[in-house]
């Protein structure tokens, strides 16, 4: 450890960037607890060189601002920062924040990082509750987010952030309006039915274990990695409710759900073209959501007509590959192997809390195990909103 010390504190701040970089890679690759000895001393060091050095430069520009006469602006700019922007860099990118959330995922306490987050954003009273649940640090943040950015069917549905169950309201049927001719009869009153659905929030939920041995080990980056793990099995599972709730809905319309189309047909060069025929005038922005294997079977037919026809009917940019659908050659009579639809018209998501995952921390439930169980929880209700806003493709049976 003392000649690790004296290399890095010879090290510029590109070159520790550089080490920082590597030992998450050796972290990542260890297969075994020999192998992160140490680690956690070592990057707490590196960490603390950085900051160090961040420093130095930040007492340099300083320095030179004075010289130059500018020290006046700096500050003013300074003052004027908005609170908001202020909170966000003073203690969610914090390096003494995020090593005090650590301690807290490892000791189930976060006495030290609120009292971080009330002495660096004091307007804030969020630290103080020892009741609620305080913000992620940047970089975890970062890794929730990215896990549900690579799940494009869950991009595209229509996001609310409403507290409690929201009820979507849409048109069952309605009669057209009508042209009036001065001094005519007044037209007869429209004939409006409005249906509602319920977005009822539950939580997608996973955990892991982790050995207490384990988690004394780990670092920020490792406890990164945990949340990466987790936020990717809860999009996942999003994205599977999303699929499920849309192939299992009724085709009739009533009060409280909207009809979703079907169309019994197998890959041809006309089926894409005879579903979006189905869809409502309202549904604009189509897209495909089909297994990589079903797009291959619709790639054929174009194949073996030489590209003269368009099997996609222009939506071909527009298909979302996803796993929880059967591929069709896979698929039995009458499931469903392709949804064709818009989904952020026909499709919504309501987040009570917010898009972040809530990790949480038990010890006591494995913990004869001598385990801990770290736990992820995403707060959603969702659900289909729109009548003939998708449409299901079926298998037929092959004669």
């Given amino acids: 450890m003392e000649k690790f010390m004296e290399e890095l504190m010879s090290m510029d701040m590109d070159q520790v960037m550089a080490r920082r970089a590597e030992m998450e890679t050796e972290i990542r690759s260890a297969e075994s607890k020999e192998a992160l000895e140490g680690m956690e001393e070592k990057m707490n060091a590196i960490n603390t060189r950085i900051a160090e050095l961040k420093d130095l430069e930040e007492r340099k520009a300083a320095a030179v601002a004075i010289n130059e006469g500018t020290v006046e602006t700096n500050v003013k700019e300074k003052r004027e920062m908005p609170a908001e922007t202020k909170k966000e860099i003073d203690f969610r990118s914090s390096v003494d924040y995020g090593k005090a959330f650590l301690r807290g995922i490892k000791t189930g306490d976060f006495k030290e990082a609120r009292k971080i987050m009330t002495e660096l954003a004091p307007e804030s009273s969020v630290g103080l509750n020892d009741t609620a649940t305080i913000p992620v640090p940047t970089m975890l943040d970062t890794e929730i987010r990215n896990a549900w950015e690579t799940h494009n069917i869950i991009n595209l549905v229509k996001k609310t952030y409403q507290k409690g169950i929201v009820k979507a ?231």
Avoid: C
């Fill in 169 to 399: 309201i849409f048109e069952v049927s309605a009669t057209g309006a009508s042209i009036h001719l001065e001094g005519a009869d007044a037209p007869e009153q429209e004939k409006l039915v409005l249906g509602s659905v319920e977005l009822t929030p539950a939580n997608i939920k996973k955990w892991i274990t982790i050995s207490d041995e384990a988690l004394e080990g780990t670092t920020v980056d490792t406890i990164g990695y945990i949340y990466k793990e987790i936020a990717q099995k809860i999009a996942e599972k999003a994205e599977e409710e999303i699929i499920k709730n849309i192939t299992t809905a009724q085709v009739a319309t009533d009060a409280t759900h909207p009809g979703v189309a079907e169309l019994k047909a197998n890959p041809s060069n006309i089926t894409i073209i005879d579903a979006v025929a189905l869809l409502s005038g309202k549904a604009t922005n189509v897209s495909l959501a089909m297994n990589r294997q079903t797009y291959s079977a619709f790639a054929k037919i174009a194949l073996e007509a030489g590209y003269a026809i368009d099997v996609f009917d222009g939506l071909k940019d527009k298909i979302q590959f996803t796993d929880e659908l059967k591929p069709f050659n896979e698929a039995s009579v009458d499931d469903v192997y392709m949804i064709v639809g818009d989904f952020g018209y026909g499709y919504q998501a309501n987040f009570p809390n917010g898009n972040d995952v809530t990790i949480k921390r038990d010890d006591l439930s494995l913990a004869e195990y001598d385990l801990v169980k770290i736990v992820g929880k995403q707060y959603v209700g969702h659900g289909v909103v729109a009548p003939k806003a998708f449409v299901n493709v079926k298998k037929v049976a092959i004669a």
